[in-house]
């Protein structure tokens, strides 16, 4: 039963996600850690007439980094492109230029067993949500600024305008990349323009933090982190930041509402980044969200029981979603 399903969650990655096409030039980005998986989908796209191109590389020592060269000229040819990875290549400037290009993406960071067999992946209608994404995501295009509170004491306000909201329905267009099971809505702040506290209560699915056993508390000035407190895991956060000299790492990146109603939170990136009733915060690079700044990392952290206003409007407080109407 186990294989069934799994082969199933193939299934549905290749032909309803990604809708792969007879003829399409399909290449799969992996590293060695990860080969049992991604040959297992070669198949499953072979079966659907992609024409397939499997990159293998060595792993990557921290999410971000970018794809050997001969793997990133395969990525800027590309029809539509799959990235079972153990170290994220999403904020990286060859997908950005692959993106460009005209390709889409499904990604697959760290994908093991669980993630294949989750509720996330194998119960979620992705078609249904599409209109709440929309809804969402036309709510930030159109708004100016936008505050976040949560019942935890989180009281952020930053400025939205002239941003393009980023809507990952997990069925992408050309142009547009899918972090299936996650589902969600995100939109990049103004550079400089956050300011307030964060107050994380869920999880940090980068560096092995995982699910948080007590909270992380930010101080946000000018768009910038500038003070981290809490317990031992947002200390080994903070070390981490400041082991790498450089200040874009504190940079407000993105604010992303979770939409997926089968998802559970889990510490693994593509379940707890879509739980409905979350939000992540991202911060470092930006630029392949829409912003500006480039860091040399891309970490999300996750809170419960959001609200969120609009131009003094709440469009979202916990599960419901107040800017979508039947």
């Avoid at 020592?61 to 999403?90: C, N, R, W, Y």
């Avoid at 329905?169 to 964060?198: C, F, H, M, Q, R």
């Avoid at 379940?271 to 990392?297: K, N």
């Amino acid at each position: 039963m186990k294989n069934q399903n799994k082969t199933e969650s193939f299934r549905k990655l290749v032909n309803i996600n990604a809708k792969v096409m007879p003829s399409e030039k399909v290449v799969i980005v992996t590293d060695t850690t990860m080969l049992r998986i991604a040959e297992e989908l070669a198949s499953v796209v072979k079966t659907a007439g992609g024409l397939v191109t499997m990159c293998i590389m060595e792993p990557r020592s921290l999410d971000g980094q970018e794809p050997d060269k001969t793997i990133v000229t395969e990525m800027l040819h590309a029809d539509l492109i799959f990235t079972p990875v153990s170290k994220s290549i999403t904020h990286t400037k060859a997908m950005q230029q692959a993106l460009s290009n005209g390709a889409r993406a499904i990604l697959m960071t760290a994908y093991n067993d669980d993630v294949l067999l989750s509720d996330a992946l194998l119960e979620t209608d992705f078609e249904k949500q599409i209109p709440i994404c929309k809804s969402v995501g036309d709510t930030f295009t159109q708004g100016n600024s936008v505050r976040l509170t949560s019942p935890k004491g989180t009281d952020l306000s930053f400025s939205i305008v002239g941003r393009t909201a980023n809507v990952l329905t997990n069925i992408p267009n050309s142009g547009e990349l899918a972090p299936v099971p996650d589902i969600e809505v995100n939109v990049v702040p103004v550079t400089g323009s956050a300011n307030g506290k964060l107050i994380f209560d869920a999880s940090v699915p980068y560096l092995g933090i995982g699910i948080l056993k007590d909270d992380i508390i930010c101080d946000v000035k000018d768009g910038l982190i500038t003070n981290i407190s809490g317990g031992e895991q947002a200390m080994f956060l903070k070390e981490k930041l400041a082991s790498y000299k450089d200040p874009n790492c504190y940079n407000i990146a993105e604010l992303g509402v979770g939409l997926n109603p089968c998802a559970k939170l889990s510490g693994n990136m593509l379940d707890d980044e879509g739980v409905l009733g979350t939000i992540h915060i991202g911060i470092g690079t930006s630029l392949t969200l829409g912003g500006e700044i480039v860091a040399p990392m891309h970490y999300d952290l996750i809170m419960w029981k959001p609200t969120i206003e609009v131009d003094r409007v709440v469009i979202l407080k916990d599960k419901k979603i107040l800017c979508y109407r039947k």
